[in-house]
Nanobody, 124 residues
Framework: QVQLVESGGGLVQAGGSLRLSCVAS????????MAWLRQAPGKEREFVAA????????DYADSVKGRFTISRDNAKNTVYLQMNTLKPEDTAVYYC?????????????????WGQGTQVTVSS
């Protein structure tokens, strides 16, 4: 069973940047698409971004297009989310997970267990 550990969150002012990391252990993420999702207080978990295997295609939620970039280092079993021009509405706990395709991940169909996530707080 793969274990996913997210890190890199923190408190940042609006307009700032953060880089999140997700390290997988227990099994390789080879052949799986990977995604970042987030959950704000009182809201359902929502799709943020996804990247195909081995990394040629990406997909983003409209709310983060042009500001966030997802990438992966398959040799390190790691997925990243570079977040620029952060807004207060980006405040949430961010999670990573794996799936069969970008489309399935966008619709919330994940294959892995949920990790603890990493808190991102953007102040105005």
């Amino acid at each position: 069973q793969v274990q996913l550990v997210e890190s890199g969150g923190g408190l940042v002012q609006a307009g700032g940047s953060l880089r999140l990391s997700c390290v997988a252990s227990g099994r390789t993420i080879d052949s799986y698409a990977m995604a970042w999702l987030r959950q704000a207080p009182g809201k359902e978990r929502e799709f943020v971004a996804a990247i195909s295997w081995p990394g040629g295609s990406t997909d983003y939620a409209d709310s983060v297009k042009g500001r966030f970039t997802i990438s992966r280092d398959n040799a390190k079993n790691t997925v990243y989310l570079q977040m620029n021009t952060l807004k207060p509405e980006d405040t949430a706990v961010y999670y990573c997970n794996m799936g069969r395709s970008l489309d399935l991940l966008q619709r919330g169909f994940v294959l892995g267990s949920w990790g603890q996530g990493t808190q991102v707080t953007v102040s105005s």
